[in-house]
C-alpha cells in the first residue's frame, strides 16, 4: 500500500478501530517505516481524538420553543429580526438624493458648454473663403461662385 491508501485507512477506520486485524497489521508496519505516515497520524490523533471525548451539550427543548415562538411572532406582526427606526428609510433616501445632487452639480461644472460663433451670412463667406485661401494658397476672386461650389 502506498501513503495515500494509509492514510485514507488511518482518517476513516484505524481511529474509529472498524478495522480487521490483518489491515491493522499491515498499517501498524507501514507507521513503523514511514516518518510521513506517522507524523500524519499523530496529527490526527491530536485533532481528532478530543473530539471524541468532548462532552455533547444539547439545547433544552424549552429554548428551542421559545426561539421558535419569536420568530412565528414576529412573522404575524410583519416584522424583522432587524430592527430600523422609522425614519432611517427616508432620511437614506435623502441622504442619496443629496449626494447625487452635488456630484451631478460638480461633474456639470466640469464639462465646458460649446462655443457657439454666431456671424452673418456675408461675414461667413468671407471667414471661410479667407481661410480656404490660405490653406490652399490661392486667390479666389467670385467668392459666391467658390462657395457654391464647394461648400454648399
Known amino acids: 500500500m ?3 491508501q494509509i492514510q485514507d485507512i488511518l482518517l476513516n477506520d484505524y481511529l474509529n478501530k472498524e478495522i480487521s486485524p490483518e489491515q491493522k497489521k499491515v498499517v501498524d508496519e507501514h507507521l513503523d517505516q514511514c516518518p510521513t505516515c506517522m507524523e500524519f497520524f499523530n496529527h490526527a490523533t491530536e485533532v481528532i481524538l478530543p473530539m471524541e471525548t468532548a462532552q455533547k451539550h444539547s439545547v433544552p427543548d424549552d ?3 421559545n426561539i421558535k415562538n ?3 411572532t414576529q412573522k404575524e406582526k410583519g416584522t424583522s429580526i432587524f430592527h430600523f427606526p ?3 428609510l427616508p432620511l437614506a433616501f ?3 438624493l443629496l449626494i447625487s445632487f452635488f456630484a451631478a452639480r460638480e461633474f456639470a461644472e466640469t464639462i465646458k458648454p460649446p462655443i457657439v460663433c454666431v456671424m452673418e451670412h456675408e461675414d461667413a463667406i ?3 473663403t479667407d481661410e480656404f485661401e490660405e490653406f490652399m494658397g490661392t486667390d ?3 467668392e459666391e461662385y ?3 461650389e464647394f461648400f454648399l
Open 2 to 4: 502506498n501513503c495515500e
Open 70 to 72: 419569536r420568530i412565528e
Open 63 to 65: 429554548d428551542w420553543q
Open 86 to 88: 422609522k425614519p432611517i
Open 94 to 96: 435623502a441622504a442619496l
Open 140 to 142: 479666389f476672386e467670385n
Open 126 to 128: 468671407l471667414y471661410l
Open 146 to 148: 467658390f462657395l457654391e
